[in-house]
């Protein structure tokens, strides 16, 4: 187990390095200079030629990309050309909120999915597993910022209920449990807008996964030696149905990232999304290449989790 | 007229065939239907829904209504685009590595994770704020995301067909492998090459709008996403600027979704109703 996963690490640096040369490239092809936004127009060519040296962008382009990938094995990213900061100190400091958003999403979604998807599959092509199922279809269809625009519209707008914008109230908040509980109150739409996509995925998985599931031989004799359908499902179908779930949960990552960060600009919640789409606009190439690399890592890391656990669930499933 | 098969029939059929053939109709004739220039500012701003503009008016005092027919164009060239130039260098990518085996398909398939690897929408974030906002670039980008899981049906498919007996039988008696590849082997990957394709342009639709959304869309055409934008800090005071596109924009996305889905089940009857996302 330890060799497979170390094994998986080993394969995936070459994928990072050439996520890493194609970023560097596509952005010194792209038309703008950093200098000219971090100086403004209105400097000379020596103030420019001085800053070019500073930050070697006077090199030559292989040779920056070497400089690059060499400190960046060393796991040094550099310095943000805006925050004057180490890009890896100035990403450090988003982790948190992103990580509370998605890991809150993620849980949400597939706990209550699975309840879902249970509900619909025991009372197949009955009302509630339609209600259930066009629901689920309609979530699906349903990108995450015109979501987060109507939960805006109703229940920040016209309800009042929950905050718009941000993580936590500005002031008057005492730290410790009261805190916790504005974060929970700021999380609420934001944890709706990210999670009803997957939601609407575990929810179809389970359903189609327990339908299958119950009419299979086992679950057959569980019922005819006198289990409950409720003890069947739970004790027998479920725990085989969950296995494509689990699948699926780990290779939807990166759309749960791209979610995230489409869901951090609409409540101006403060995490990695935020960051990268201001990195974007100024400009700050290390930054962007760093939360590259992060976001292609997590994504790698995430499959590697998702494959591991499905050997832990399934027996069947040798890793090697 | 022939019957449809059976798995063409029912509800979902309808349902996203009919959303479709709409999007469809819009993308072509939503311009010449729309009741004033999308783009045409007046001084009648933030009109809500009523008799003189159905859906209301803009900050900007341009019509709602206008704007949601005209914004159809965009999200089908983009969806549609996107998923045929992928399927096509899917299709190719994956074939060859499948066919030919060996280091061939060893490269042809490191290629396929490297891209698969790489965050799409990330990129295209990137490459709208650092090349500018277009649609052609736009386009090029995702078809070149898009294509790797088009590419691993393909290859899968293709390793198992290349095992089959008529196979082996027109290699004996001497046809060429570029003809064996395309006569015999290419037609049984065509369901599969398709089922994907539609299933891909409902994600591509979404990215798109995402960057539209987000201001990096192509301003010289109107589209839903760019309608979203501009909603954004209006939400309190007028709720029709986001709610209309964004309504159109799920339709149009529901709608080729269960298009997909009933070609999904009318190439695999075995298993009905995939229900795509």
Redesign the interface.
């Known amino acids: 187990m330890t060799r497979y996963v170390l094994r998986r690490l080993v394969q995936a640096v070459p994928l990072l390095v050439g996520v890493l040369v194609l970023t560097f490239v596509l952005i010194h092809l792209a038309p703008g200079d950093p200098v000219r936004i971090l100086g403004g127009d209105g400097g000379d060519a020596a103030y420019y030629a001085t800053m070019r040296e500073k930050f070697g962008l006077d090199r030559s382009l292989p040779e920056q990309l070497v400089v690059y990938l060499g400190s960046a094995l060393h796991g040094d990213f550099g310095y943000s050309y805006v925050q004057r900061r180490p890009v890896f100190e100035v990403i450090a400091d988003r982790v948190p909120a992103t990580s509370v958003l998605m890991l809150t999403a993620l849980a949400a979604s597939t706990s209550l999915g699975i309840w879902l998807g249970a509900i619909a599959a025991r009372r197949a092509e009955r009302a509630a597993d339609r209600t259930i199922t066009v629901g689920t279809l309609i979530g699906g269809a349903t990108p995450a910022f015109f979501l987060g625009q109507v939960l805006v519209i109703v229940f920040a707008g016209m309800l009042g209920w929950f905050p718009v914008s941000g993580m936590g109230a500005a002031r008057g908040v005492t730290p410790g449990f009261p805190q916790f509980l504005d974060l929970l109150w700021h999380l609420v739409l934001p944890v709706t807008t990210l999670g009803v996509l997957q939601l609407a995925l575990v929810t179809r998985l389970t359903r189609a996964g327990l339908i299958d599931a119950l009419r299979e031989e086992y679950a057959r004799t569980a019922t005819a030696k006198g289990l409950s359908t409720t003890a069947v499902l739970r004790r027998h179908a479920l725990p085989n149905a969950l296995l494509p779930v689990v699948t699926v949960i780990g290779s939807h990552f990166g759309t749960v990232l791209t979610g995230a960060v489409l869901t951090e600009i609409i409540f101006a919640w403060p995490g990695l999304g935020r960051l990268l789409f201001d990195a974007t606009l100024t400009r700050d190439y290390p930054l962007l290449m760093a939360l590259f690399l992060v976001a292609s890592l997590s994504v790698i890391v995430a499959n590697l989790v998702t494959d591991v656990a499905y050997g832990a669930f399934d027996p069947r499933v040798r890793l090697s | 007229m022939r019957r449809l098969p059976v798995a063409w029939r029912g509800p979902i059929t309808l349902v996203g065939g009919g959303l479709t053939l709409l999007a469809i109709v819009l993308a072509i004739a939503g311009r010449s239907l729309a009741p004033h220039d999308p783009f045409a500012v007046s001084t009648l701003q933030f009109q809500p829904p009523g008799a003189s503009h159905w859906l209301g008016t803009d900050d900007l005092g341009r019509d709602t209504l206008s704007g949601v027919l005209s914004g159809a164009r965009v999200s089908l060239l983009v969806g549609f685009v996107t998923a045929a130039t992928a399927a096509l260098i899917g299709a190719t990518v994956g074939g060859i590595a499948g066919f030919y085996g060996g280091l061939v398909d060893d490269l042809l398939m ?1 290629l396929t ?2 891209v698969q ?7 295209a ?3 709208a ?4 906002p277009s649609v052609v670039i736009l386009t090029i980008l995702l078809a070149i995301t898009f294509w790797p899981l088009t590419a691993r049906l393909v290859r899968a498919q293709v390793l198992s067909l290349r095992q089959r007996e008529y196979v082996i039988a027109a290699r004996a008696i001497g046809l060429t492998e570029s003809r064996i590849l395309l006569r015999h082997v290419l037609p049984n990957v065509v369901g599969i090459i398709l089922v994907t394709a539609a299933l891909q342009v ?1 994600s591509a639709i ?1 990215v798109e ?2 960057l539209g ?2 201001g990096l869309g192509d301003r010289s055409m109107i589209s839903w996403g760019y309608m ?1 934008n501009d ?2 800090p209006f ?2 005071v007028a ?1 029709w600027m ?2 209309f596109p ?1 309504l159109a ?3 149009t ?2 709608g080729v ?2 298009f997909a889905d009933a070609l999904y089940a009318a190439w695999d009857p075995g298993r009905r109703s ?4």
């Open positions: 490191r994770e490297l690897i790489a965050p799409r929408f990330f990129l974030v990137l490459v704020a650092l090349f500018g409902g979404i709008a995402s959304f987000l979203l909603a954004q939400l309190r709720w986001s709610v964004g924009l799920v339709l996305i529901l979704n269960l995939r229900l795509a996302v």
